[in-house]
């Protein structure tokens, strides 16, 4: 018989041990339930004018990384739809490079970690697949903001489609790419949603020889990603994600974060987005 998560004690890991704003991305994730306005203030602080996000709390300058980690959060609690996100959105398009590409502000090369260090190609090619991944899911709900386009990343079609051709010049001919593991399933999610399935496939089937090295956040982030872009929950990829994940769950129902167990609960959220039914919310 195939082992499956313990959600219920996922459930009760997140409520022991979140906040305010963790709770409410739970209960929305599994009932739809309204989140009050003042956990979506609270998720939306810090916002820089110019609608990024920045890397430090009280920066002055948004950060494509940081940016798109909030992003995540406004996500699960249903608020990309919303001035502040609508306002981020806008921002990682009018950043976006002449080539497709993303890169981290220079003022931010002694703060910035590895995978978003300014100038450096890997992370280079890192931001742009998480960009492009957040266009392409939040321009649906960024319609409000710009005008109406049914494509694929609403009002930011365009610029999704350039991330796309961007992600895809980088693939070798076996689907692995030059850069960060995580780039992988954000490219493979970005080119799926343009229909360039034949290149997300190549990366998905690296991904599948990986599973079993990755780490439990990783594993959770992938699955998360992957059904972020309306892949079955019975797609292949996604049952050995499951199959990973049941088998790293702890005792006390969470999973462990690659940055230390003060993120164990957004760690844990982002496994019950990946491993909850499709009945669900979310």
Request: charged share 20%; aromatic share 6%.
């Amino acid at each position: 018989m195939t082992a499956v998560v313990d959600m219920d004690a996922a459930i009760g890991f997140v409520v022991a041990h979140g906040d305010a704003v963790d709770r409410a991305r739970l209960s929305r994730l599994r009932t739809g339930a309204p989140v009050p306005d003042r956990v979506l203030d609270a998720a939306e602080a810090g916002q820089t004018p110019d609608g990024g996000w920045p890397a430090v709390l009280d920066g002055a300058v948004g950060s494509v990384d940081a940016t798109c980690f909030r992003l995540a959060e406004l996500d699960d609690l249903g608020a990309l739809g919303r001035p502040a996100a609508r306002h981020a959105l806008d921002w990682l398009a009018a950043s976006q490079l002449p080539d497709g590409g993303w890169d981290e502000d220079p003022s931010l090369a002694d703060l910035a970690p590895e995978w978003a260090r300014p100038g450096d190609p890997e992370a280079r090619l890192y931001l742009t697949a998480n960009a492009g991944f957040w266009l392409s899911v939040g321009g649906l709900d960024a319609r409000a903001a710009g005008p109406l386009d049914h494509r694929v990343g609403g009002s930011y079609a365009g610029v999704v489609q350039a991330a796309a051709q961007a992600l895809a010049a980088q693939l070798a001919p076996d689907g692995r790419w030059p850069s960060f593991v995580p780039a992988g399933w954000l490219s493979a999610a970005v080119l799926h949603r343009q229909e360039m399935y034949y290149e997300s496939a190549l990366i998905q089937s690296v991904l599948a020889e990986r599973i079993p090295q990755l780490s439990p956040a990783d594993v959770a982030w992938l699955a998360g990603t992957l059904r972020r872009v309306d892949m079955g929950e019975e797609h292949w990829l996604l049952v050995a994600a499951r199959e990973r994940l049941t088998r790293t769950q702890r005792s006390d129902g969470g999973w462990d974060s690659d940055d230390g167990h003060q993120f164990d609960v957004h760690t844990t959220l982002r496994a019950i987005r990946a491993c909850q039914p499709v009945t669900s919310t979310g």
